[in-house]
């Protein structure tokens, strides 16, 4: 293999992963924002109380592949009790929502330096192997999160599109009235959405901490990522917020790669700004109820 | 110049997030084996190729203590404290163990029964003062301690507020030591000498192009096959100066810099940029960043393969604990490093460790090592004193305080160069797989 394709090779495999994460981090975005309307911004600090947890369970003796879904689990669970406390209040008013979300991130993050301190913690690394093909360095780590996202999203894609649940959340997006006609329980669906959302932030950060050190101020950096790649992908689409997961992670790392470095996220956000100079609700918009709250 | 003098305390402000950091990391977050694997070489003073020893007098702590059995006085003198006891974490941090190293020194002198001129044995008392981080709080401080306390001696501040300070100080021909970073820009900044409006302004922290050169140097003794050297530095203006400071430092050590990369704040994905400058074929990889950062660009490039050494500020113990088995057949280096920050590399900073440890209340405060940034100076001034024969004559004192040299815990010659600046060598550690962790102390890099 010559020198430039291995070169971009690495490159491909690098944004591979990164893709994964942000993909993660935008499903958990666009699935609670094309049910409610409501911009989860404090969706970042689920992801960073998810890596701590994921660490924190690590630390306490569990293998990291169970600390994971126990920390998915566990802030699933904090975010079903958000919604119950807090959100659900606002689901008339999603502009509420949204500045509930923004007090959240101050709470959570205070919360997180409160219970972990404001020091990092290093990586876990359950595979430290790094697989070396035609000049192509793959940490075997890498590899693991790019399966695990790829299996979470494919499960995510089988339970909206085959299980009643997924049903009963399309038919709420769509149009909730009706689906509350229809005896769906959108109370619950809505709850259930949330704890999707909040389980899906979780483990991407239990992924993240299995390749960087992370820190309490984790999430915002993946949150203006997440959201970026939701937007790109048009709020509220779940397929849409894959592919603009892929196509941010490529433009994100070649142009880092192969340009000047330090407008890693001038490229991110330049290429958002074309996308919705051409098409305002990003390349594959959500139908129903959210293009009302979107128009 | 702005930048430059502003790097080294944000260096040390990183080292202490860096700290931090790793004291807030419990000792299952990383590997124990680290710690049991850590060791320190025997001091080796290895001189770096420009040193050259002075070959006068160096003082000891027990020459500034000696006393003859003819003073017939005793009398205490007053000297200013103020220093950043409160505001921001990491500066309180910084400058509550600055001001330490002259609480420890002034106890020190005054239970060995203070330090003698002539016929009179004095002690000296401190005049405390937290200047809660505040420029306004320092300047009324300074005010206060040169117009109604009639001091003719002040040590702090740490960080904010030491330039305004130091405007008065010099007015006032008051004698005013402090690390001082901001001094190179006030009243030490447009002269060769240190002469007129700023002869009484003493800056005891070295400068931070030294340290980055005596790093350059050390590695360039010891790895005299390597020839490439790639940077990274987050894409701030201190990231920038450090980048800057390396590619001085390191092309004046005589390496080739192949690649400099800089990235944005809030990145952890550094894999991109790793993969451009593998193309380079670096022999070493430099990154001086904050510790989360570090640690990731470590990492990646530890996977990556990216050069044949890495050059980071982490503590090596954290350094070899995180990366275990994948520090086989790699070499990770910390060069240029304040002296004493990571473990102690001569027997009188052991010492001075143990002893500060029991000042401390049986343990070290978190970044210690900054202590060692005014304890020593402490005795310097004493000396100074002495061979100017008076506590009184501030412009005497500070001719004096030019020409001592002195054997302290932090290094075996101190002294201050023609522009008041500290003169102190720093440290160099490596760890490789397996091994204990070596540090040595590199000689400074002197005028």
Redesign the interface.
Known sequence: MS?ELS?FM??LF?AL??SGVYALVALGITVIFGLTGIVKFSIGELLTLGAFLTFAFW?GGTTFFLAVPLAAIAVGGFSLLLERGAFRFTLDQPINGFIVSLGLILVLQNLIIEI????????I?PF?Q?WEVGGV?M?VQRWFVVWVAVVIIGLLFMVLRYTKYGRAMRACAEDRDAAALMGIPVALVIAGTFALGGALAATAGGL?AS?????PF?G??YLLKGFAVALVGGLGNVEGAVIAAVLVGLT???G???LA?????AYTFGLLIAILLVRPRGLFPARGRLQETLQ | MIKRLRVWWIVGVLLTALL???????D???DDDGEDATATSAPTNGEAATATPFTGTILTPEDVLRKDGTATKEVEIEWGWMFELSGPPQIQIFATVTGDGVLFAVQEINDAGGFQIGDTIYTIKLLEHDTESDPNKTIGITRQLIVDDEVNVIWGPASFGEAEATVITQAEQVLHLCACQDRGLTSLSSVEKAAGESHWAFQTLPLVSRFFLQGALNVKEDHPEYERVAIICI?SEIGRSICELYEESYSAAGFEIVGV????P????Y???L??LK?QNPDILLNFDD??AQ??IL?QAL???VASSYNTSLPPD?VQ??F???LEGKEVTAGGIPRQATVPTSEAAAAYFERYAEFSGGELPLASFVSLLSYDFVYMLVAAMQQAGTVEDTTAIADALETIHYAGAAEDDIYFNEQHFSVIGSDGCIVRFEQPIECSHDAPVRD
Do not use: H
């Open positions: 020198q070169v690495q490159q690098n992963t990164i630390e972990w301190g404001v020091g990092f913690k290093a990586p690394r430290t790094v360095s940490p993240l390749l960087f050190a992370i820190q984790l915002s950096q994100e790392t070649m880092s790669g192969y470095t330090e407008w890693r996220d | 931090v950091g790793a004291a807030c990391t419990s299952d977050d990383v894409d990369k800089v990235f944005p809030g990145t952890s994905d894999t991109p940029l993969t451009n193309q510790p989360t640690l990731n990492g996977d990556m393969n954290i604990a995180a275990g088995d994948r």
